[in-house]
């Protein structure tokens, strides 16, 4: 089957200082895949490459497009004093069907409310975002990932600073995706919720350490190696010209 996504000698960076550093390989349909790795691993990084917010500095990124892929990006990267209520939040999720400044119907109505039911937020509407709890917030981002209908999923830390009752409700929805044959990705620090519940798992700490299923990428040795191969990465390097990149291989 072909692959939803496929990474060729991926180099992603900022101000031509990779961050995420010739990565290779496939994400099958339907996979329900972690992306781990020490801070500053580049799992953010690599996201935000897939969904088109940054473009290569080498290499491809082939598959689907940007705009079906439904993306739930990190909590501290959405700036909550927009004043935009829970609804209308949650609409922006229906952008890629109506487009910016199309209506709302009645049945698109019926579909937000039923997203943020499914959330467990009915009753929130028209509360402010800037005056929801973490929680609360991450409930609403998962709201408009529901919404958006997307075959690709991407979740960037979505269970950061979350009770266990609200993590158990958000893991629900992730595996009725998964059940859906969704593909979904997400990068995760918790090892004892990637080992129960996501089959494969990326090993990221700027290059791949491993990639596979869970429990031969979550070794030992593989988790000791990314924290080293993290924390010896120059952050200041530039990229690598392709000559370089040759004699690497050679
Ligand atoms: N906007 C930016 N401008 C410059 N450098 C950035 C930017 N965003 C991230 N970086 C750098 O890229 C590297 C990878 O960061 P990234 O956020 O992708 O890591 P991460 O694995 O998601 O980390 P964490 O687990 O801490 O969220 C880090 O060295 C970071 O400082």
């Given at each position: 089957?072909?692959?939803?996504?496929?990474?060729?000698?991926?180099?992603?960076?900022?101000?031509?200082?990779?961050?995420?550093?010739?990565?290779?390989?496939?994400?099958?349909?339907?996979?329900?895949?972690?992306?781990?790795?020490?801070?500053?691993?580049?799992?953010?990084?690599?996201?935000?490459?897939?969904?088109?917010?940054?473009?290569?500095?080498?290499?491809?990124?082939?598959?689907?497009?940007?705009?079906?892929?439904?993306?739930?990006?990190?909590i501290a990267d959405i700036d909550r004093s927009f004043p935009?209520?829970?609804?209308?939040?949650?609409?922006?999720?229906?952008?890629?069907?109506?487009?910016?400044?199309?209506?709302?119907?009645?049945?698109?109505?019926?579909?937000?409310?039923?997203?943020?039911?499914?959330?467990?937020?009915?009753?929130?509407?028209?509360?402010?975002?800037?005056?929801?709890?973490?929680?609360?917030?991450?409930?609403?981002?998962?709201?408009?990932?529901?919404?958006?209908?997307?075959?690709?999923?991407?979740?960037?830390?979505?269970?950061?600073?979350?009770?266990?009752?609200?993590?158990?409700?958000?893991?629900?929805?992730?595996?009725?995706?998964?059940?859906?044959?969704?593909?979904?990705?997400?990068?995760?620090?918790?090892?004892?919720?990637?080992?129960?519940?996501?089959?494969?798992?990326?090993?990221?700490?700027?290059?791949?350490?491993?990639?596979?299923?869970?429990?031969?990428?979550?070794?030992?040795?593989?988790?000791?190696?990314?924290?080293?191969?993290?924390?010896?990465?120059?952050?200041?390097?530039?990229?690598?010209?392709?000559?370089?990149?040759?004699?690497?291989?050679?």
């Open positions: 089957m072909m692959a939803q996504l496929q990474f060729r000698d991926l180099t992603l960076g900022y101000d031509r200082h990779p961050a995420v550093h010739h990565l290779s390989g496939d994400v099958a349909p339907g996979a329900l895949l972690a992306v781990v790795g020490p801070n500053g691993a580049g799992k953010s990084t690599l996201f935000r490459g897939i969904v088109g917010l940054l473009k290569p500095l080498a290499g491809t990124i082939a598959g689907l497009k940007p705009r079906e892929i439904a993306y739930l990006p990190q935009i209520s829970v609804f209308d939040f949650v609409s922006t999720g229906l952008w890629r069907t109506t487009g910016i400044f199309g209506g709302i119907g009645a049945a698109a109505r019926q579909k937000i409310a039923q997203a943020i039911a499914a959330v467990g937020l009915t009753g929130f509407e028209s509360r402010g975002i800037g005056t929801l709890s973490g929680g609360q917030m991450q409930r609403v981002l998962f709201a408009r990932v529901l919404l958006q209908d997307a075959r690709v999923i991407v979740l960037d830390e979505p269970f950061n600073a979350m009770d266990s009752k609200t993590s158990a409700d958000l893991l629900r929805l992730i595996e009725h995706w998964h059940g859906e044959q969704r593909t979904v990705l997400a990068a995760l620090h918790d090892m004892d919720m990637v080992r129960a519940h996501f089959p494969q798992t990326l090993l990221l700490a700027r290059e791949a350490v491993a990639w596979g299923p869970t429990a031969e990428v979550l070794t030992a040795d593989n988790l000791l190696q990314a924290r080293r191969m993290c924390e010896a990465f120059d952050d200041t390097a530039a990229t690598c010209q392709p000559q370089q990149r040759s004699a690497r291989a050679a």
